[in-house]
């Protein structure tokens, strides 16, 4: 690997034997959560496309402070702190439409995907 990420293969074990000994519980959605907190976000392939749950139990995660051997950037990573008081409403406004806009275009992508693969399916 490139080690710009970190793999959890068995969530199960890693849940039972892993997270009690470095945490208060043994919940794998709490400690994603964490992550989330603190930045990091979950690896999604290409050809899973982030809609099919993947054949084997293997999570991968990503931080662009989290590299192999570069240890003096860790402290940069840190919980993202949001007061609800200092979020102005137009801000939310826009974030929603960004979202809205975005989820127009998966739509037409998956459109496009399907077609594409009833195109691929008849050539066949």
């Known amino acids: 690997q ?36 603190y930045g990091f976000r979950k690896v999604v392939h290409i050809e899973q496309g982030g809609l099919v749950k993947p054949e084997k139990d293997d999570t991968e995660f990503q931080h662009p402070y989290f590299i192999r051997g570069q240890e003096h950037l860790l402290e940069n990573i840190k919980r993202k702190v949001t007061s609800v008081s200092g979020i102005k409403h137009e801000d939310v406004k826009v974030r929603q439409d960004n979202v809205t806009k975005l989820l127009t275009d998966i739509q037409v992508m998956k459109g496009k995907q399907e077609s594409m693969d009833s195109k691929l399916v008849a050539m066949k």
């Open 2 to 37: 490139s080690g710009s990420s970190f793999h959890v293969f068995d969530q199960g074990q890693f849940a039972k034997e892993v997270l009690p000994k470095y945490f208060k519980h043994n919940n794998m959605a709490s400690f994603v959560r964490q992550l989330n907190m």
